[in-house]
């Protein structure tokens, strides 16, 4: 079993960062990929980056190219999300995921997920 724990969400003004964290603990040895998916209210669920933990290449979703950037600290065993120029449409509960597979990052699917950690930005 894998868990994932988010943190680093809160409360910012439009234009402002955040970096949001992700802990994983437990059989992280058997994964493959990490992303950070995001839920605004009455949306679905919307992907917004990867990262494959073999060679550390990252996929981002168009809307987060430039402003958004997915990492990882292996010795950790934690995945980040830092987060610039947030607008409001940023506004949404983010969403820690872990797949135990490798594939086209696009098309993973998602074996893991954390409880989510909820981004406000106001404008």
């Known amino acids: 079993q894998v868990q994932l724990v988010e943190s680093g969400g809160g409360l910012v003004q439009a234009g402002g960062s955040l970096r949001l964290s992700c802990a994983a603990s437990g059989r992280t040895f058997s994964l493959y990929v990490m992303g950070w998916f995001r839920q605004a209210p009455g949306q679905e669920r919307e992907f917004v980056a990867a990262?494959?933990?073999?060679?550390?290449?990252?996929y981002y979703a168009d809307s987060m190219k430039g402003r958004f950037t997915i990492s990882r600290d292996k010795a950790k065993v934690t995945m980040y999300l830092q987060m610039n120029s947030l607008k409001p449409e940023d506004t949404a509960v983010y969403y820690c995921a872990a797949a135990r597979n490798l594939g086209y990052l696009p098309s993973v699917t998602y074996d893991y997920w954390g409880q989510g950690t909820q981004v406000t930005v106001s404008s």
């Open positions: 990262i494959d933990l073999s060679g550390d290449s990252t």
